[in-house]
């Protein structure tokens, strides 16, 4: 974990609560998790849930984040909801989850357009790239890293990329999927292949100040192992963040260990 940047630790909750479960959610998070200097806590409620939170929450202790958007500012597109129209409310998306990739059939164009409206919008992308099981097994890691990375990233600024942030989440190691645990070395390579691309692509400087967070079953018992993995800087939570006396230790641990530092 680099101290000069911000750890991050953020919730998932997917399809998971409706408006009123959220803010009771939310509610015991308050009171569960005390603010950290060193530590941003970042919530993804549903899009639904997004407003009244943003209404209800101390931004002093939690930033919140989209699961999802829309590419276009605006325009005839039933049924979306476009970045643009979140701009007050949220400080980051998540981007390219790959329950968008492989449940919506969401593209590596479709990411790229994504991550730059958002970037547009003065919202911070986490863009979430990882190997599916059938991927990984047949070798490809490596090459499905290196796409998914340079066309998330393509047309942008080496000063927009410092503000980005990275989610490598191995498809096999997120609990609705296959929920193997990763292997902190598995990661840690693929963590070190992630921050090589950016190197190449955008410079050092870049590939030093964005942020790569681990995301796949991370609980409060095993975040520690990553969090201490080179070149990680923080976790995306998804199941143990819907439990808020799980996810307060989560923060605790990042808290923990940003001391021992
Ligand atoms: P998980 O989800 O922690 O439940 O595996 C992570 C994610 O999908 O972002």
């Not at 989850?97 to 790229?112: K, N, P, Q």
């Not at 070149?231 to 799980?246: C, E, I, R």
Request: glycine share 8%; aromatic share 8%; proline share 2%.
């Amino acid at each position: 974990m680099n101290q000069d940047r911000k750890t991050i630790i953020a919730g998932n909750w997917k399809m998971h609560l409706n408006v009123h479960q959220s803010s009771l959610l939310l509610h015991r998070l308050h009171e569960n998790i005390r603010v950290h200097r060193d530590i941003e806590v970042v919530l993804a409620p549903s899009m639904l849930s997004l407003q009244p939170l943003s209404l209800e929450l101390d931004h002093r202790k939690f930033k919140l984040a989209s699961q999802d958007a829309y590419f276009k500012d605006e325009g005839g597109y039933t049924g979306e909801v476009s970045f643009a129209m979140l701009g007050e409310m949220v400080q980051y998306g998540i981007i390219g989850h790959s329950a968008r990739r492989i449940y919506f059939g969401e593209t590596l164009e479709m990411v790229r357009d994504k991550v730059q409206a958002a970037v547009r919008c003065g919202i911070a992308p986490i863009i979430c790239v990882g190997e599916t099981k059938q991927e990984r097994d047949a070798g490809e890691t490596k090459q499905v890293l290196h796409d998914q990375i340079t066309t998330a990233l393509q047309n942008l600024t080496s000063r927009d990329i410092e503000g980005i942030v990275v989610a490598y989440e191995p498809v096999w190691a997120i609990s609705t999927f296959d929920g193997v645990i990763a292997r902190p070395d598995d990661v840690e390579k693929s963590i070190a292949f992630i921050r090589m691309q950016i190197r190449e692509l955008y410079g050092q400087k870049a590939s030093e100040r964005v942020r790569v967070l681990y995301g796949g079953s991370v609980n409060e018992h095993d975040v520690r192992g990553y969090l201490e993995i080179p070149g990680v800087d923080g976790a995306l939570v998804g199941a143990a963040s819907l439990n808020y006396h799980q996810f307060a230790a989560i923060v605790d641990a990042a808290y923990q260990l940003r001391l021992k530092a």
